[in-house]
């Protein structure tokens, strides 16, 4: 008799091979829990890859997705959609009360950053600055997939065999190098507060403000990518709240859909104005579903007594990890550490039903959802110290 081919196995011939091979799927969430076919729980301290910050099947939200669904769904930028006004205000409410931000929205923070870095380099050139064209991303940067965030990621692994980039794109080798190459041919460094998908490893405060410092002395603009950092993340609303720095443009997306794919640009007023009619666009971006949803998420996140609790288990979860683990780095609810071998512990965790993430052969990320409680804390606990037992 045949054997039934499996959903994995079909997996392999009909979806391109770029993801791997995956060995889980799941039928069903619920907060912190995700469940398989077989009913089998997992805590899910990957959260989507940071995205899911409410949980999963947050009951406030499905009633905003259900509500807007039956309501409107899309009708494009040809029309004004009343949803980004009020999330534009909130999120530049957010970023700053001094400084006046405005926003366009997107689908993904690859795309987020697309814009951002077009944005910087026309803003160069309506302000009669048409020379400033280089854009410098850090070492260890990770800025999304298309050609233009491609440009700017460090990880060469990404890039092999997709060059030439973007001219004028680069990534520095060192931090220092990155102050020492500014001069008054550069439109924008773009930079994460913690580099994400480096291991999550929070660049330093004071490198940051020294870079701000001469960006501004030779009228190079701030990008700073909150795409993994942003909503609540970091336990403050931006992320960069934390460390001294005022960017030009602020990009977002992951948390701020809780899955349902939505990015921001914030941009300071006079930066923004840059884009004047036509020389941007999206057609799904901002659109009202997206809307809907965003204005809740980042209602729900940025109450201070929710983002109080993101610091606490922040805390508890640092605790944690460093009763066990070197080199514990992270900040909020993103935490990194170093494991002998990343994924024979990705795989005894997941035999222990806890999903974490590998982002070095030998260093393991958790990003959890924001709605854990004490609860998940004991369960992670004493999955971490059955864990440390074994690998
Ligand atoms: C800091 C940062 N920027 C950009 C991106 C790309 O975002 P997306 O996958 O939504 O395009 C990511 C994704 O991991 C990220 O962590």
């Known amino acids: 008799m045949e054997r039934e081919v499996t ?8 979806l391109f091979p770029n993801y791997g091979k995956r060995d889980l799927a799941f039928v069903r969430g619920d907060g912190a829990f995700l469940y398989d076919r077989d009913g089998r729980r997992f805590l899910d301290f990957t959260a989507g890859i940071a995205v899911c910050n409410l949980g999963h099947a947050h ?37 700053s009360t001094a400084t006046s931000y405005r926003a366009m929205f997107v689908n993904s923070g690859t795309e987020a950053n697309e814009g951002a870095l077009k944005l910087a380099r026309r803003y160069q050139f309506v302000s009669g600055q048409p020379q400033k064209t280089r854009v410098i991303g850090l070492p260890n940067g990770f800025h999304g997939r298309t050609m ?8 060469a692994k990404y890039r092999e065999g997709m060059t030439p980039l973007v001219p004028g794109f680069e990534t520095a ?34 490198f940051l403000q020294r870079l701000a410092l001469r960006l501004r002395e030779v009228g190079g603009l701030l990008i700073v990518d909150e795409v993994q950092t942003g909503v609540g993340r970091t336990g403050t609303f931006f992320g960069y709240e934390q460390f001294g720095i005022e960017p030009d443009i602020i990009t977002m997306a992951k948390g701020l859909g809780n899955g349902i794919p939505t990015g921001a640009i914030l941009a300071k007023s006079e930066i923004a ?3 004047t009619p036509g020389m941007h666009g999206s057609t799904f971006g901002g659109n ?20 109080a609790h993101v610091r606490r288990m922040g805390a508890e979860i640092q605790r944690i990890l460093q009763n066990s683990y070197d080199n514990v780095t992270g900040l909020g609810l993103m935490w990194g550490f170093d494991v002998p071998d990343a994924q024979a512990w ?20 958790i990003v959890p959802p924001l709605v854990i409680d004490d609860a998940h804390l004991t369960l992670f606990e004493d999955v971490i110290s059955s864990i440390a037992r074994v690998v």
């Open 273 to 275: 104005s840059a884009f």
């Open 173 to 206: 080798t060192s931090y220092e190098g990155v102050i020492e190459s500014i001069d008054d041919t550069v439109a924008a460094c773009i930079v994460e507060v913690v580099q994400g998908e480096a291991g999550v490893q929070p660049v330093a405060m004071d």
């Open 59 to 95: 009951p406030g939200l499905a009633s905003v997705i259900a509500e807007q669904a039956k309501t409107l769904l899309h009708t494009s930028n040809l029309f004004l959609i009343e949803g980004q006004v009020s999330l534009a205000e909130k999120l530049a409410r957010l970023a």
């Open 7 to 14: 959903t994995m196995e079909l997996a392999d011939d009909v």
């Open 346 to 365: 990705r795989q005894v965790a997941i035999d222990s039903g806890l999903l974490v993430t590998v982002c070095g052969p030998k260093r393991i990320r």
């Open 288 to 307: 009202p579903f997206a809307m809907a949803v965003a204005n809740y998420v980042v209602d729900t996140v940025s109450d201070p007594a929710f983002l």
């Open 148 to 155: 233009g965030a491609l440009s700017v990621t460090a990880n």
